[in-house]
């Protein structure tokens, strides 16, 4: 196996636009084994959480001395904080794990960080929320990667 298997592998893992719902499917096609790919795309995966949060807070922290922004943000974030605070208080990090879960576009680790920083939850909860979504979702991945094949031989026979 090449290292640019190996590479491509890890970056889509961690590429916001396919996480580990590419990389997976990536992965085994180009030979490497399930209990290979599974524990490398979450961890990878996984990682993007606590740094995500940590450029959320790093960057928001310098915008935050901008007026405009000051302003943009009190305005629409605290009234999403204010108007969701029951629901997050009943739902926050279940929710978090629920929706990293779904193996869907925008619905992965980054925005499940987004969102938990705009609803200004904890940066650690948060991580674990992602990792158990992200298991979750990797799971789901591989399995439709080991089983969806024998799923379509139920409607499509092979012609020799």
């Not at 893992?13 to 990389?23: D, M, Q, T, V, W």
């Not at 209990?35 to 935050?64: E, G, M, Q, R, T």
């Not at 992965?108 to 158990?132: M, N, P, Q």
């Not at 379509?152 to 012609?159: G, N, R, S």
């Amino acid at each position: 196996m090449s290292a640019s298997v190996w590479f491509w592998t890890a970056f889509l893992s961690i590429l916001p636009i396919s996480e580990l719902r590419g990389a997976i499917p990536y992965a085994m096609t180009q030979g490497i084994p399930f209990y290979v790919a599974w524990p490398l795309c979450v961890a990878l995966n996984a990682l993007v959480a606590p740094l995500v949060y940590i450029f959320l807070v790093s960057f928001h922290k310098i915008f935050y001395k901008w007026s405009f922004y000051a302003g943009l943000f009190d305005k629409i974030i605290e009234k999403a904080r204010h108007k969701l605070h029951d629901k997050v208080e009943k739902y926050g990090y279940l929710g978090v794990t629920l929706f990293v879960a779904i193996p869907l576009p925008i619905t992965g680790a980054y925005t499940g960080t987004l969102g938990a920083w705009i609803l200004g939850l904890s940066k650690r909860k948060t991580a674990l929320a992602v990792l158990i979504g992200v298991m979750i979702s990797g799971t789901i991945v591989t399995s439709i990667m080991l089983f969806g094949h024998g799923a379509f031989d139920l409607f499509i026979k092979d012609v020799h």
